[in-house]
């Protein structure tokens, strides 16, 4: 498995358990100079990992909160405010500070929630006591800094061949020199040795649009988008399509320029 155009990618040897041996990935962008290593997650990467999820997570979170202020129901909300306090008032001035305090104070507050719950759901299983059904790699530059990460979940489940792609998040600067993409070929190159795996599946949505392109430049083919079942999903209106990668069919790898990942 190779990354093609000006980025190298040295493939790592798996072992009859589908484990990643000690060697790392070695990862140069000809063109910018970067030099990213990536190898599984070491006892000691945890606490960079965690603010690394944090930055992706915030940024998620204003997107996310950003969305919601425009939703129909939102809108409404703030038209039928606006009126009561325009009525009981007699007065436009003061709805209209009310209105500006709330949107003020309002959009932090949710781009701050939903960076929580982000955060929540992509940390899961990170650092966890026995938590047997988490893997983790990590990307990190030549000064030992991490700059990215990526999860693979789904080993404590039997006899459904199928493994979960979770946690991508790669820093700000390090976006579009490939490491998103050496990222996910670990973890197919990981998956293609384990035992009975026969399908990498992940989940993501539409403010994942840069992903969504990687992961379809990879052979992952999407499924019908469909909203949450949650109040979460309900109240963000964000459509989650499940993307899958047949490791026993054929995935045809699309060559992408520059990955925004």
Not at 38 to 48: H, I, L, Q, W
Not at 110 to 129: C, F, I, T
Not at 189 to 209: E, I, K, R
Not at 226 to 246: K, M, N
Request: aromatic share 6%; proline share 4%; charged share 15%.
């Amino acid at each position: 498995m190779r990354i093609k155009g000006d980025i190298l990618f040295k493939e790592t040897g798996t072992g009859l358990d589908g484990g990643m041996d000690d060697r790392a990935t070695d990862l140069a962008d000809g063109g910018g100079g970067l030099h990213v290593q990536v190898r599984p997650m070491a006892s000691g990467d945890e606490a960079a990992l965690r603010e690394l999820l944090a930055v992706v997570a915030a940024e998620l979170g204003s997107a996310l909160g950003a969305r919601m202020l425009r939703r129909p129901w939102f809108l409404l909300l703030l038209a039928c405010g606006f009126a009561f306090l325009a009525a009981s008032s007699h007065s436009l001035l003061l709805p209209l500070l009310v209105l500006a305090l709330l949107l003020a104070v309002g959009r932090p507050a949710l781009a701050h929630v939903w960076a929580l719950y982000a955060h929540q759901d992509m940390s899961l299983g990170l650092g966890a006591p026995g938590a047997t059904d988490f893997r983790f790699w990590v990307a990190e530059d030549t000064d030992g800094s991490v700059v990215g990460m990526v999860g693979l979940s789904g080993f404590g489940k039997s006899g459904d061949g199928e493994l979960e792609l979770r946690s991508l998040a790669v820093g700000q600067e390090h976006r579009g020199h490939g490491v998103g993409r050496a990222l996910c070929q670990a973890v197919l190159a990981f998956a293609c040795g384990y035992p009975g795996c026969q399908v990498v599946v992940l989940d993501t949505h539409m403010l994942h649009s840069s992903a969504q392109r990687l992961f379809s430049s990879l052979g992952f083919h999407p499924g019908p988008a469909c909203l949450q079942p949650t109040l979460s999903g309900f109240l963000a209106d964000l459509p989650v399509t499940r993307y899958h990668y047949a490791l026993t069919g054929s995935n045809t790898e699309e060559h992408s320029p520059r990955d925004e990942e």
